[in-house]
C-alpha cells in the first residue's frame, strides 16, 4: 500500500516569498490534515479536510495560509507572503473517516521549509 | 480547547523500562493515542486508548485513566532504535480534531 506522498522535501525562501507545497493521501483515505511542527514541539493542526469539505481551519493564520483539496483527494497549501516564523516542518497526513478510525494517521515524510 | 502535558526528555539504558506519563485536558474526549518520531522523520502511530486499562503492543503498552485524565506509555526492554520523540494526542469532541502533546524525546544509551 502506497504511503501518504508529499512535495518538495525541502523548500528555502526569503520572507515575503510564496511557497506551495503538495500531499496525495493514501488511497479510499477521506480525511486529509495539514499539520505544522515547528523544532521541539508537536504537531498543531493548520487544517483538515473531510473529502473536499473543510472540518477545521480553526488555526490556520489565514491572511497569509490557504488550503484546497479540490477534487477530494491531493492537496495544496500555501503561504503567501511568508515570515520568518513560518520557518517548520509541514505535514500531511490522512485517515479513515469514523470511530477509531480519526486516531490512526498516516504522515507523509513532510517538507522541511526554511524561510530567511 | 485541549491540551496535553508529557515530559520534555527521558533518558535510560538499554534494556531498561522507561514510563512517559501524560495528562490532558479537553472538552469531550474519545481517548488517548501515542505516536513516535524518530529525528527527520514522520510521526508513526503507536497505540490507541478508548476505555479505561492496560493496552500491550509487543514492548510497548499504554495505559488509560479516564477519571484522572491520564495516560502513560511503557517502552519496555529499551533498545537503541527506541530513541525518538513520543507523543500523546487526544480527540475532542468538536470536528475530530486530534490534538498532539509537545512530546518526549527519549535517548536510549548503551
Known amino acids: 500500500e502506497a504511503g501518504v506522498a508529499q512535495s518538495p522535501r525541502y523548500k528555502i525562501i526569503e520572507k515575503r516569498q510564496s511557497v506551495a507545497f503538495w500531499c496525495n493521501p493514501i488511497?479510499?483515505?477521506?480525511?486529509l490534515y495539514w499539520y505544522q511542527q515547528i523544532l521541539g514541539q508537536g504537531p498543531k493542526l493548520l487544517i483538515q479536510?473531510?473529502?473536499?469539505?473543510?472540518?477545521?481551519d480553526s488555526q490556520l493564520p489565514k491572511d497569509r495560509f490557504s488550503a484546497e483539496r479540490l477534487k477530494g483527494v491531493d492537496s495544496t497549501l500555501k503561504i503567501q507572503p511568508a515570515k520568518l516564523e513560518d520557518s517548520a516542518v509541514y505535514l500531511c497526513?490522512?485517515?479513515?473517516?469514523?470511530?477509531?478510525?480519526?486516531?490512526?494517521?498516516?504522515f507523509g515524510s513532510g517538507t522541511q521549509l526554511s524561510v530567511l | 480547547g485541549q491540551s496535553l502535558e508529557q515530559p520534555s526528555e527521558v533518558t535510560a539504558v538499554e534494556g531498561a523500562i522507561v514510563q512517559i506519563n501524560c495528562t490532558y485536558q479537553?472538552?469531550?474526549?474519545?481517548?488517548l493515542s501515542w505516536y513516535q518520531q524518530h529525528d527527520g522523520g514522520a510521526p508513526t502511530f503507536l497505540s490507541y486508548?478508548?476505555?479505561?486499562g492496560l493496552e500491550e503492543t509487543g514492548r510497548f503498552s499504554s495505559f488509560l485513566s479516564r477519571s484522572d485524565s491520564y495516560g502513560y506509555l511503557l517502552l519496555q526492554e529499551l533498545q537503541m532504535k527506541d530513541s525518538a520523540s513520543y507523543f500523546c494526542a487526544v480527540r475532542g469532541a468538536a470536528g475530530n480534531k486530534l490534538t498532539f502533546g509537545g512530546g518526549t524525546r527519549v535517548l536510549v544509551k548503551p
Open positions: 497526513a490522512s485517515s479513515l473517516s469514523g470511530q477509531n478510525s480519526f486516531e490512526k494517521l498516516f
Open positions: 479536510f473531510q473529502n473536499n469539505g473543510v472540518v477545521d
Open positions: 488511497s479510499g483515505h477521506a480525511t
Open positions: 486508548n478508548a476505555l479505561d
Open positions: 479537553t472538552s469531550g474526549f474519545y481517548g
